[in-house]
C-alpha cells in the first residue's frame, strides 16, 4: 500500500472508519459488505479492509452465505465479539445484582442476591455485591470471554474524582467509596470500572427507544423513586452532580420527615416504603424482597383491593405534581414514566392532565397530548441494560480496547 493511502486508515480516520462499520451493525444488524458502504460512505474496499481487521480481532464475524435469487450467494458479516463482555454490578435497596452482556446487550448470565437491606452498613451490602461479581467473573471465565468493562450502577447520586456513592437515603449510607471497596473484595476485578447513577442512565436507555427526542422528563420508582431530566439531549447533571433528585422534591406541606433532612418529599409518601407499609405489605419485603412485595401491591391495586388501592390514590396527586412542577421547568416533549410505576402510567396521566395549564393548548396540538406521557420499555431493567448499552458505546467508540 502507498504510504499517503496507509496513512489514511490509521490512527483516528481508521479507528472512527472501524465505530461506522460497527455502529452499523448494532443499528441495523447483519450486513453484506456493500449494505454497510452504502450506509456508511466508505468504499468497498475500505470496508472490505475494516473487516478483516475486526474479523481477525474476533470482533464481527461472517454469516452463513444466502442465497438471494440469481448471482453469488451474499456473506454478511454479523457483530460477534466471542471473546469479550460487559459486566454490570447494580445495588438497589433489596438487591445485588450482576449481569453480563456480549456487545449486542444480549444476556450471558445474571445473578441476584438480597443483600436484606441493613441500614447504614455499606460494608454488608458491598460483601454481597462482591460475592454476585465474582460469580459473574467465573461465568465469563467459563464462557471464554474477557471482561473489558464492568459498569457499577447504584440507585443514589455519584460524585467525586475518583467518583463515590455521595449519599443513599434508602440504605442510610453517607459518602460511601464503593469502587474502592469491591476492588478490595475482588482484586481480579479486570477492565475499565465506573460508576453511575441509575437514574441517568436508565433515562438514556428508554430516550434511546424513542425517536428525535431531546427533552424528557424520566420518573420512576422501584428501590426509592429517582429519574433524570434531559434538556436538549443531555442529562442535566447540576452543579454537584445531584440533578434530578426527583424523589426528594419538597411538595407536601407539613409532610413527614425524611431520611435527606428535608420534610415532605415525594418519596415520603410515593416512595415503596410508604406505599407498601399503607397497603399492610411490608412484611412481604422481609419474606420476599422489595421487587416481589411491589408486585403483590401492584397486583392488588389492578384488583381494587382497598389498603392498596387507598395507598396508591393517596400518592397519585403528589406523583402528579412532581410532573406538573416539573413540565413546567423544563417543557419536555415526553414524560416517561419507569420502574413498577410504568404498568401504571394511565392512572399517572390522568391525574397529571387533571391540572394542566390552558398554555398547552397553543403548543400546536391537543393539550391532552402535550407533553406525551408514556410508559418505560425497559421496566426495572433499565438501568442495567442503560449500563451495559452505555458500556457498549464507549468501547465501539475505541475498537483498540477489543484488540483490533
Ligand atoms: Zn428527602
Request: charged share 20%; aromatic share 2%; glycine share 12%.
Amino acid at each position: 500500500m502507498p504510504r499517503a493511502a496507509r496513512s489514511l486508515v490509521s490512527g483516528d480516520v481508521r479507528r472512527h472508519n472501524l465505530t461506522l462499520v460497527l455502529d452499523h451493525l448494532v443499528a441495523s444488524g447483519p450486513s453484506a459488505r456493500s449494505e454497510i458502504a452504502a450506509a456508511t460512505g466508505l468504499t468497498r474496499g475500505a470496508v472490505t479492509a475494516l473487516a478483516t481487521a475486526l474479523s481477525a480481532a474476533g470482533v464481527v464475524r461472517e454469516s452463513n452465505p444466502t442465497q438471494t435469487g440469481r448471482g453469488r450467494p451474499i456473506t454478511r458479516l454479523e457483530l460477534a465479539a466471542d471473546t469479550v463482555a460487559v459486566l454490570v454490578a447494580q445495588v438497589d435497596a433489596d438487591t445485588a445484582t450482576a449481569l453480563l452482556t456480549n456487545l449486542a446487550g444480549d444476556e450471558l448470565h445474571r445473578v441476584e442476591r438480597r443483600h436484606g437491606r441493613p441500614m447504614g452498613a455499606p460494608d454488608a451490602v458491598l460483601d454481597v455485591l462482591g460475592e454476585v461479581t465474582r460469580d459473574a467473573l467465573r461465568a465469563a471465565a467459563e464462557l471464554g470471554r474477557r471482561v473489558v468493562e464492568v459498569p457499577v450502577v447504584v440507585f443514589a447520586p455519584v460524585g467525586g474524582e475518583p467518583p463515590v456513592v455521595l449519599a443513599d437515603t434508602d440504605l442510610g449510607w453517607g459518602v460511601v467509596d464503593l469502587l474502592g471497596g469491591l476492588r478490595a473484595r475482588v482484586p481480579e476485578l479486570p477492565g475499565v470500572v465506573t460508576l453511575a447513577s441509575d437514574g441517568w442512565l436508565a433515562a438514556r436507555a428508554e430516550r434511546s427507544l424513542l425517536d428525535g427526542v431531546d427533552d424528557l422528563v424520566y420518573l420512576k420508582s422501584n428501590s426509592g423513586i429517582g429519574g433524570a431530566i434531559i434538556a436538549g439531549g443531555r442529562v442535566v447533571e447540576g452543579a454537584h452532580g445531584v440533578g434530578a433528585s426527583l424523589g426528594h422534591l419538597a411538595l407536601i406541606p407539613d409532610g413527614p420527615a425524611c431520611e435527606c433532612g428535608q420534610t415532605g418529599c415525594l418519596v415520603t409518601i410515593a416512595g415503596p416504603d410508604a406505599l407498601l407499609e399503607r397497603a399492610g405489605l411490608t412484611r412481604l419485603v422481609g419474606e420476599h424482597g422489595l421487587a416481589a412485595a411491589l408486585d403483590e401491591f401492584s397486583r392488588r391495586v389492578d384488583t381494587g383491593e382497598p389498603a392498596a388501592t387507598a395507598a396508591w390514590d393517596a400518592a397519585l396527586p403528589w406523583i402528579a405534581r412532581a410532573l406538573q412542577v416539573l413540565s413546567l421547568a423544563t417543557d419536555p416533549s415526553t414524560i416517561v414514566i419507569g420502574g413498577f410505576w410504568a404498568a401504571r402510567t394511565p392512572s399517572i396521566e390522568r391525574a397529571f392532565r387533571a391540572n394542566r395549564p390552558a398554555v398547552a393548548a397553543a403548543f400546536g396540538g391537543p393539550a391532552s397530548e402535550i407533553p406525551i406521557v408514556s410508559a418505560g420499555r425497559l421496566g426495572t431493567d433499565a438501568a442495567l441494560l442503560g449500563a451495559a448499552w452505555a458500556a457498549r458505546d464507549r468501547l465501539l467508540a475505541d475498537p483498540s480496547r477489543l484488540g483490533v
